[in-house]
């Protein structure tokens, strides 16, 4: 459209331009609100499958089908919190005597706010045995245990330190509710809630050769030893003690029979 200049006879195009931008700017505004709604589509169907959704038309949040999934999950990512701490964290020292039953030590504390039942097992449990087997421990308690194992002759001529055991031990823990008399079958009754808390391994050691591992091994034996005689030993009755009627009585007629005698001798003096 166009429009004449009375004056000067000229013809301004007032329209054509304008109009003509008007249509790219709209064109561009449009494809960009397409390309935007598409992205916002695709990233809002990819957020609904990641979260297990259903998609929503009206433009809400979408719902999460249970915040106790998410919650699983991710209690399945972090490790297994142990209920027991371990020293040797990972292996049971043995000194090397073959052909003789020797011991080895571990020290169990139970780092938990319950009571926990602690279980040893053995590959091999026809040379290897545990005292104790088994136990229950308070919230802080701890205990050694003194595992024995029967040393085999070496092959071919091996050096003691070249030695490389089959045989590994592992201890489990199980939650329990209290303070109750341990038995094993505790933990076959409760299998869904037992824990392995370590695989350990068989080290041997010099006896001749004096290090700091055979020195602590010395040394844990040594308290495995008292704690077992302590063991051992009647519980002292730290009560008060009741004397009988008899005694009473008996304790009171030498009393008094004393006590004439003396009066007797007295009355002899006087004469």
Known sequence: MAIADEKDGKVWGLFKLPFRNAQSTSTTTTS???????????YRTQQNQSLGSTSLDDGSIPRTNSSSSVSSVARSLLPARRRLKLDPSNKLYFPYEPGKQVRSAI????????????????????????????????PGESIIATVFKFVEHPENNEKPMDQKSKVK???????????????????????????VEQILRVIFLDVERP????????????????????????????????????????????????????QQVEGVDSV
Not at 117 to 130: D, G, H, I, L, V
Not at 169 to 192: H, R, T
């Open 107 to 138: 020290k169990i504390k139970n780092s938990s706010k319950s009571h926990v039942a602690f279980k040893f097992q053995t590959t091999a449990p026809k040379s290897c045995f545990m005292r104790p087997p088994g136990a229950i421990l308070a």
């Open 211 to 262: 290090s700091p591992a055979f020195e602590k091994l010395k040394r844990q034996l040594a308290e495995a030893d008292a704690a077992l005689e302590a063991r051992k030993k009647p519980a002292e009755d730290t009560g008060p003690k009741i004397i009988g009627e008899g005694l009473v009585i008996d304790e009171w007629k030498e009393r008094r029979e004393r006590y004439l005698a003396r």
């Open 32 to 42: 960009r609100s397409s390309s935007h709604n598409t992205t916002t589509h695709h």
């Open 169 to 195: 031990f592992k201890i489990m823990s199980l939650k329990v509710k209290g303070p109750m008399d341990y038995v094993p079958e505790l933990f076959d009754e409760q299998k869904d809630q037992v824990a």
